[in-house]
Nanobody, 125 residues
Framework: QVQLVESGGGLVQAGGSLRLSCAAS????????MGWFRQAPGKEREFVAS????????KYPDSVRGRLAISRDNTKNTVYLQMNSLTPEDTAVYYC??????????????????WGQGTQVTVSS
């Protein structure tokens, strides 16, 4: 079993940047691919990035490619989401999630086994 704890959310002005962190515990972190999702009020949970267990491969939807970057440090059991050029449309609760296996090429929430509690990101105009 894996426990995930996100941090780094907050209030930022449009055009600004934030880096989210997700600390994992409970199992061998390097055995899991990791993903970031977000959910805005009244909307479904949306995939924004994933990374392979090794960190060599990543996946993004077109809507965030070039602005968001996922990375991981397996020595620190932590995955990161660097977010740049933020807009009010990025306002959401951001969740990290893990799935057993190495491939990053999974984008549905149901593909992931464990979830953090989420961290709020609010972008003001």
């Amino acid at each position: 079993q894996v426990q995930l704890v996100e941090s780094g959310g907050g209030l930022v002005q449009a055009g600004g940047s934030l880096r989210l962190s997700c600390a994992a515990s409970g199992d061998t972190f390097s055995n899991y691919a990791m993903g970031w999702f977000r959910q805005a009020p009244g909307k479904e949970r949306e995939f924004v990035a994933s990374i392979s267990a090794s960190g060599r491969n990543t996946k993004y939807p077109d809507s965030v490619r070039g602005r968001l970057a996922i990375s991981r440090d397996n020595t620190k059991n932590t995955v990161y989401l660097q977010m740049n050029s933020l807009t009010p449309e990025d306002t959401a609760v951001y969740y990290c999630a893990s799935r057993s296996g190495s491939s990053p090429y999974y984008a549905a929430p149901t593909d992931y086994d464990y979830w953090g509690q989420g961290t709020q990101v609010t972008v003001s105009s």
